[in-house]
Protein backbone atom coordinates (compact mmCIF):
# COMPACT_ATOMS: atom_id res chain seq x y z
CA UNK A 1 0.00 0.00 0.00
CA UNK A 2 1.33 3.58 -0.92
CA UNK A 3 1.16 6.17 1.12
CA UNK A 4 2.11 8.31 -1.45
CA UNK A 5 0.41 7.19 -4.51
CA UNK A 6 -3.05 6.61 -2.25
CA UNK A 7 -2.94 10.55 -2.08
CA UNK A 8 -5.11 12.57 -4.15
CA UNK A 9 -3.22 15.75 -6.18
CA UNK A 10 -5.33 18.50 -5.96
CA UNK A 11 -5.20 21.14 -9.07
CA UNK A 12 -4.68 24.53 -8.32
CA UNK A 13 -6.21 27.75 -9.98
CA UNK A 14 -4.94 28.61 -13.25
CA UNK A 15 -3.84 25.42 -13.97
CA UNK A 16 -5.52 23.31 -17.16
CA UNK A 17 -4.76 19.11 -16.56
CA UNK A 18 -5.60 17.44 -20.11
CA UNK A 19 -5.42 13.47 -19.12
CA UNK A 20 -5.36 11.15 -22.87
CA UNK A 21 -4.43 8.21 -22.52
CA UNK A 22 -1.38 7.90 -20.89
CA UNK A 23 -0.25 11.05 -21.42
CA UNK A 24 -1.02 14.09 -18.95
CA UNK A 25 -0.15 17.73 -20.26
CA UNK A 26 0.00 20.22 -17.49
CA UNK A 27 -0.68 24.06 -18.47
CA UNK A 28 -0.40 26.90 -16.18
CA UNK A 29 0.95 30.89 -15.64
CA UNK A 30 4.80 29.85 -16.20
CA UNK A 31 4.40 27.71 -19.19
CA UNK A 32 3.16 23.57 -20.22
CA UNK A 33 4.75 20.43 -19.17
CA UNK A 34 3.82 16.90 -20.97
CA UNK A 35 4.84 13.62 -19.51
CA UNK A 36 4.03 10.36 -20.28
CA UNK A 37 2.98 7.62 -18.00
CA UNK A 38 3.25 4.09 -17.55
CA UNK A 39 0.15 1.80 -19.29
CA UNK A 40 0.42 0.02 -15.76
CA UNK A 41 -0.90 3.60 -14.26
CA UNK A 42 -4.00 4.97 -14.74
CA UNK A 43 -4.64 8.69 -13.80
CA UNK A 44 -8.31 9.62 -13.31
CA UNK A 45 -9.71 13.07 -12.69
CA UNK A 46 -12.92 14.25 -10.79
CA UNK A 47 -13.30 17.89 -10.99
CA UNK A 48 -9.90 19.53 -9.40
CA UNK A 49 -9.10 15.89 -8.22
CA UNK A 50 -6.57 13.92 -9.70
CA UNK A 51 -6.34 10.29 -8.37
CA UNK A 52 -3.20 7.52 -9.17
CA UNK A 53 -4.38 4.04 -9.61
CA UNK A 54 -2.12 1.03 -10.03
CA UNK A 55 -3.36 -2.27 -12.14
CA UNK A 56 -1.90 -4.53 -9.93
CA UNK A 57 0.23 -5.16 -6.65
CA UNK A 58 3.93 -6.51 -8.71
CA UNK A 59 6.87 -4.95 -7.27
CA UNK A 60 7.47 -3.02 -10.59
CA UNK A 61 4.00 -1.11 -10.44
CA UNK A 62 3.96 -0.58 -6.86
CA UNK A 63 7.41 1.16 -7.27
CA UNK A 64 5.70 3.61 -10.07
CA UNK A 65 2.39 4.02 -8.21
CA UNK A 66 3.87 6.79 -5.53
CA UNK A 67 6.33 7.77 -8.16
CA UNK A 68 4.14 8.76 -10.46
CA UNK A 69 2.09 10.45 -8.67
CA UNK A 70 4.63 12.73 -7.48
CA UNK A 71 5.99 13.40 -10.84
CA UNK A 72 2.07 14.62 -11.79
CA UNK A 73 2.43 16.69 -8.00
CA UNK A 74 5.73 18.70 -9.15
CA UNK A 75 4.67 19.26 -12.31
CA UNK A 76 1.28 21.16 -11.08
CA UNK A 77 3.76 22.79 -8.87
CA UNK A 78 6.22 23.76 -11.66
CA UNK A 79 4.06 25.69 -13.67
CA UNK A 80 2.15 27.75 -10.84
CA UNK A 81 6.19 28.16 -8.99
CA UNK A 82 9.50 27.94 -11.02
CA UNK A 83 12.13 25.73 -9.44
CA UNK A 84 15.09 27.44 -8.35
CA UNK A 85 18.52 26.00 -7.72
CA UNK A 86 21.00 27.87 -6.09
CA UNK A 87 25.23 27.48 -6.63
CA UNK A 88 27.70 29.37 -5.22
CA UNK A 89 31.61 29.50 -6.20
CA UNK A 90 34.71 29.29 -4.19
CA UNK A 91 38.08 29.92 -5.02
CA UNK A 92 40.66 32.93 -5.83
CA UNK A 93 40.40 34.03 -9.28
CA UNK A 94 37.04 31.63 -9.98
CA UNK A 95 33.44 33.38 -11.35
CA UNK A 96 30.88 33.22 -13.26
CA UNK A 97 29.13 36.15 -16.17
CA UNK A 98 26.31 35.61 -17.78
CA UNK A 99 26.44 36.15 -21.46
CA UNK A 100 22.81 36.05 -23.19
CA UNK A 101 21.20 32.81 -22.12
CA UNK A 102 24.37 31.29 -22.14
CA UNK A 103 27.13 31.05 -18.44
CA UNK A 104 30.85 32.37 -18.91
CA UNK A 105 32.40 30.32 -15.97
CA UNK A 106 36.43 30.89 -14.90
CA UNK A 107 37.37 28.06 -12.51
CA UNK A 108 41.19 28.32 -12.74
CA UNK A 109 41.34 26.06 -16.39
CA UNK A 110 43.26 27.86 -19.10
CA UNK A 111 40.48 28.22 -21.40
CA UNK A 112 36.78 29.68 -20.25
CA UNK A 113 34.33 27.28 -19.63
CA UNK A 114 30.89 28.22 -21.71
CA UNK A 115 27.94 26.23 -20.47
CA UNK A 116 24.45 26.71 -23.03
CA UNK A 117 21.31 26.73 -20.95
CA UNK A 118 19.16 23.97 -22.40
CA UNK A 119 15.41 25.16 -23.48
CA UNK A 120 13.35 25.37 -20.51
CA UNK A 121 15.96 26.81 -18.30
CA UNK A 122 17.04 30.85 -17.39
CA UNK A 123 20.21 31.38 -15.23
CA UNK A 124 20.20 34.60 -13.18
CA UNK A 125 23.68 35.95 -11.84
CA UNK A 126 23.04 38.39 -9.29
CA UNK A 127 27.40 38.06 -7.98
CA UNK A 128 30.00 36.81 -10.01
CA UNK A 129 30.08 33.92 -7.09
CA UNK A 130 26.62 32.98 -7.40
CA UNK A 131 24.31 31.14 -10.02
CA UNK A 132 20.30 30.31 -9.76
CA UNK A 133 19.29 28.05 -12.14
CA UNK A 134 15.01 28.53 -12.68
CA UNK A 135 12.82 26.13 -14.53
CA UNK A 136 9.25 24.69 -14.77
CA UNK A 137 10.75 21.15 -14.74
CA UNK A 138 11.94 20.32 -11.66
CA UNK A 139 14.23 17.29 -12.75
CA UNK A 140 15.69 19.60 -15.39
CA UNK A 141 16.29 22.05 -12.98
CA UNK A 142 18.30 19.80 -11.33
CA UNK A 143 19.89 18.11 -13.75
CA UNK A 144 21.27 21.36 -15.17
CA UNK A 145 22.82 22.35 -12.23
CA UNK A 146 24.54 19.14 -11.19
CA UNK A 147 26.15 19.85 -14.50
CA UNK A 148 27.16 22.63 -14.01
CA UNK A 149 28.56 21.51 -10.32
CA UNK A 150 30.79 19.16 -12.55
CA UNK A 151 32.77 22.00 -14.66
CA UNK A 152 35.02 22.14 -11.04
CA UNK A 153 33.66 20.13 -8.26
CA UNK A 154 34.38 21.46 -4.78
CA UNK A 155 37.66 19.91 -3.32
CA UNK A 156 37.95 18.76 0.15
CA UNK A 157 41.10 20.57 1.12
CA UNK A 158 40.33 24.18 0.83
CA UNK A 159 36.63 24.31 -0.41
CA UNK A 160 37.39 25.45 -3.50
CA UNK A 161 34.68 25.06 -6.11
CA UNK A 162 30.90 25.24 -7.44
CA UNK A 163 28.75 23.84 -4.54
CA UNK A 164 24.95 23.93 -4.25
CA UNK A 165 23.84 26.77 -1.36
CA UNK A 166 22.94 24.54 0.98
CA UNK A 167 25.60 21.91 0.58
CA UNK A 168 28.12 21.68 3.43
CA UNK A 169 31.79 20.44 1.89
CA UNK A 170 33.77 18.24 5.19
CA UNK A 171 37.21 19.79 5.27
CA UNK A 172 39.87 17.51 5.42
CA UNK A 173 43.38 18.47 7.43
CA UNK A 174 46.02 18.80 5.33
CA UNK A 175 49.73 17.90 5.82
CA UNK A 176 51.44 18.95 8.97
CA UNK A 177 54.92 20.38 9.12
CA UNK A 178 57.80 18.38 11.03
Same mark, same amino acid.
Given at each position: $? ?10 TD *? ?6 G??IT????K ?6 ? #?? #?I??? $?????I ?5 DDE ?13 ? =? #? $???G?T =?? !? ?8 ? *? !?R????G =??? =?? +? ?9 ? /?????T?D????N ?14 ? /? /?????K????? !??GK?I? !? /?D???R????? +? *??
Amino acid at each position: $MSRIGNKPITVTD *GVEVKIEGNKITVKGPKGTLEREV #NP #NISLK $MDGNVITVERKDDEPFNRSLHGLTRTLI =N #N $MIIGVT =NE !YTKELQINGV *G !YRVQKQG =NNL =NL +TLGYSHPVIFE /APQGITFDVPNPNTIIVRGIDKELVGQT /A /AVIRTKRPPEV !YRGKGIK !Y /ADEHIRRKVGK +T *GK
